[in-house]
């Protein structure tokens, strides 16, 4: 069983940055991939960013580009988001999530097998 925890979550305002942080713990942690997602309640999880464990290629999402960069420390198994000129449309739940099998869905929440518990990240205007 592996187990993520995300913290770095807080309230900011517009303009400012957060940087999140997933610490991954348990059985041998080698994952495919670790991603960042973000949900409203009552909507459905959205893709933020992901990286490939291994290679550290990263994918995002087109509302984060330029903003967001998901980067990993392998040897801390931490995967981390630092989220720049952060808006009012970023406020959400933010939560990471590991891949422990081989897949191009990247984006997809339901490619993922382990999540954290999620962090809060509101920004003001």
């Known amino acids: 069983q592996v187990q993520l925890v995300e913290s770095g979550g807080g309230l900011v305002q517009a303009g400012d940055s957060l940087r999140l942080s997933c610490v991954a713990s348990g059985r041998t942690f080698s994952p495919y991939a670790m991603g960042w997602f973000r949900q409203t309640p009552g909507k459905e999880r959205e893709f933020v960013a992901a990286?490939?464990?291994?290679?550290?290629?990263?994918y995002y999402a087109d509302s984060v580009k330029g903003r967001f960069t998901v980067s990993r420390d392998n040897a801390k198994t931490t995967v981390y988001l630092q989220m720049n000129n952060l808006k009012p449309e970023d406020t959400d739940v933010y939560y990471c999530?590991?891949?422990?099998?081989?897949?191009?869905?990247?984006?997809?929440?339901?490619?993922?097998?382990?999540w954290g518990q999620g962090t809060q990240v509101t920004v003001s205007s």
């Open positions: 990286a490939h464990w291994n290679s550290g290629t990263t």
């Open positions: 999530a590991a891949m422990w099998h081989s897949s191009v869905l990247l984006r997809s929440p339901e490619e993922y097998r382990y």
